[in-house]
């Protein structure tokens, strides 16, 4: 397998320790193709540790000394000036800041995790004022209590912003299928279908699933008569969805794929759509947000969020 590429030494050195010979088949099958920390998961199946108790310290202050300018050697004229020029001020250089460190996260059991990052005085301050808000709901005062209540808010909210996301949403409009734009609706129907993330499918049979910078991607594209509906749009993250708009267009788009297009004559040529993929008749969730969305080919394979 190390030899084939199918695993690297890094996924190697995690989990020898923990391999046995009942269980190394087994083990080293489900470690094909996974990153560091897909690898560090199975390792806490395989040897679970206890929960670490919560913990604040503060770190020192890092001083910064600016670097001495350098030292130019007097050169004497042969013959003094009359004018002696002013002296210019030393001008110290900017200090550069520190690099931010991304927050450490380590696998300790199954749905089990230890998160360590560095907070300003002002979050410490926000932490700890909604431990004090909190504490009839919440009396141990529990900071990974406090911070999934945080992010549960946070996420209505982020909803609320990019997808409309309501209880009760209003009834959508009879909506111009041409438009570019989806509805509300319709992103929310394709999010939740899509699972949050890119549906972008490799020819190895890969699925991209990233969720950062995620867009909405017709399938069929708009320049040519792709049509905007849940089934003809899929979230891409922002390189795969480039990609595939190369992969239509190339690098320069033809003049035949403008929705004006002319003649010689100057006259307007009327141009004829691309059919749309017909849509599947199988729903991936049965969710009152997907609204009867089709699933996207790459969505199959995904489990749902839990």
């Known amino acids: 397998m190390l030899a084939a590429g199918e695993v690297n030494l890094t996924s190697v050195r995690l989990l020898a320790p923990h391999l046995t010979a009942a269980n190394h088949g087994e083990v080293l099958d489900s470690a ?38 350098a030292v130019v050697p007097a050169v004497v004229p042969a013959v003094v000036p009359a004018v002696v020029p002013a002296v210019l001020p030393v001008v110290a250089p900017p200090e550069e800041p520190l690099p931010v460190a991304r927050a450490a996260v380590q696998p300790l059991s199954p749905d089990r995790y230890k998160l360590q990052l560095t907070i300003g005085g002002e ?45 009760k949403p209003r009834r959508s409009r009879a909506k111009n299928l041409r438009t570019r734009e989806a509805s509300a609706a319709d992103k929310r129907a394709v999010w939740v279908r899509d699972l949050g993330r890119c549906a972008y499918v490799g020819p190895s049979g890969h699925r991209c699933n990233e969720r950062r910078f995620l867009e909405f991607h017709h399938v069929a594209p708009h320049a040519l008569g792709g049509e905007t509906t849940v089934d003809n749009i899929e979230l891409r993250c922002r390189r795969h969805n480039d990609y595939e708009g190369r992969l239509y267009f190339g690098k320069r788009r033809r003049a035949d794929t403008r929705a ?5 004559a100057g006259v307007r040529e009327k141009r004829i759509p691309r059919e749309a993929q017909p849509p599947e008749s199988a729903n991936l969730f049965r969710n009152k947000l997907a609204s009867g969305a089709s699933p996207s080919p790459g969505s199959r394979s995904v489990e749902p969020l839990r």
């Open 123 to 167: 979050t410490l301050e926000k932490l700890r004022l909604a431990q004090d808000m909190l504490s009839h709901a919440i009396p141990s005062g529990d900071d990974a209590a406090v911070l999934d209540r945080a992010l549960t808010a946070l996420l209505v909210d982020l909803a609320k912003k990019k997808y409309a996301d309501t209880p």
């Open 32 to 69: 094909r193709g996974k990153k560091k920390s897909e690898i560090e998961e199975i390792v806490a199946r395989l040897a679970p540790l206890p929960d670490v108790a919560s913990s604040v310290r503060k770190l020192p202050t890092l001083r910064f000394q600016a670097s001495p300018p």
């Open 260 to 264: 004006d297009r002319r003649d010689d």
